[in-house]
């Protein structure tokens, strides 16, 4: 039965940026007349770094160059080795795992404000906060949110206690208008490391209406019943002006009768 590796890291740091090298070192206690090491990414079946090795040769060093993003994740190593009759290659079982990071993963950011308000707007006066997520977190790790406005840039930092934080504005103002961007920032081994920054989230500020919807629609109800009083109105003045007006024969029938009685007194 062969011996499992072990894999230890070489390098001084388990976050990297894209383009830099990570070192690897991989051994077993005793030579087992050793081939070749692999080193092996979890999930990939194929060996993203292969070491030939002396038969006797116990530690080889493993490194992976010009990291880029898809090479975060966990790592481990194997070796090959001659045994059995007749001589054949052997796998040996997979040692333990490292992660690597390859650049920290871009936050997501949401806002949250009155309902009344317009998508993508906030009504001036009322507040409104905005919230900054990561889905990788590390210790003393902190959050930037980035306004970037017509005359200038506005910058606001708080400490990632947990894998997301709430930056909050009570009083929403013309200053506030613009394009919001989340970043997250930390310090690991001496260095300083910075996400991308997330998409732009634009926010407008609208100024408060003077009248609610729910006023607005009593107005608008109140104005219909208004004009529909007023319509009836009109119209049973119309019907009773048509039934005191005298017809066209009731005229020329009294204009006759009238006349008769002027001649007949005539007569006489």
């Known amino acids: 039965t062969l011996l499992i590796p072990t894999l230890t890291l070489l390098s001084p740091h388990t976050v990297l940026s894209p ?6 070192g991989c051994s077993v206690l005793l030579g087992h007349y050793i081939s070749e090491f ?55 079982p997979p040692s333990n795992a490292i992660n690597i990071t390859v650049e920290l993963l871009t936050p997501h950011h949401w806002y949250n404000t009155s309902a009344e308000a317009p998508a993508g707007s906030v009504i001036k006066g009322h507040s409104f906060n905005i919230t900054c997520s990561t889905p990788q977190q590390y210790p003393g790790g902190s959050f930037q949110l980035r306004l970037i406005r017509s005359n200038g840039t506005i910058r606001q930092s708080l400490p990632a206690l947990a894998s997301s934080v709430t930056f909050t504005f009570p009083s929403a103002q013309s200053s506030n208008e613009g394009y919001y961007y989340c970043l997250y920032r930390v310090q690991l081994g001496g260095r300083t490391f910075v996400s991308r920054e997330s998409q732009p989230l634009p926010i407008a500020i609208r100024p408060d209406p003077v009248l609610s919807p729910m006023v607005v ?24 002006n048509k039934e005191k007006r005298p017809s066209e024969l009731e005229r020329e029938t009294r204009t006759v009768d009238n006349t008769y009685v002027a001649l007949s007194i005539n007569k006489l």
């Open 19 to 24: 383009g830099e090298a990570v070192r690897f």
């Open 38 to 92: 692999h080193l092996y990414k979890h999930g990939v079946t194929t060996p993203l770094v292969m070491q030939r090795a002396d038969q006797m040769q116990t530690t080889v060093e493993l490194t992976l160059s010009d990291v880029e993003t898809f090479h975060q994740g966990s790592y481990s190593c194997r070796y090959r080795s001659k045994g059995g009759f007749p001589s054949q290659l052997l796998s040996s």
């Open 217 to 240: 629609s009593w107005l608008v109800s109140g104005l219909t019943f208004v004009v529909a009083v007023v319509v009836i109105v009109i119209m049973a003045n119309m019907l009773c």
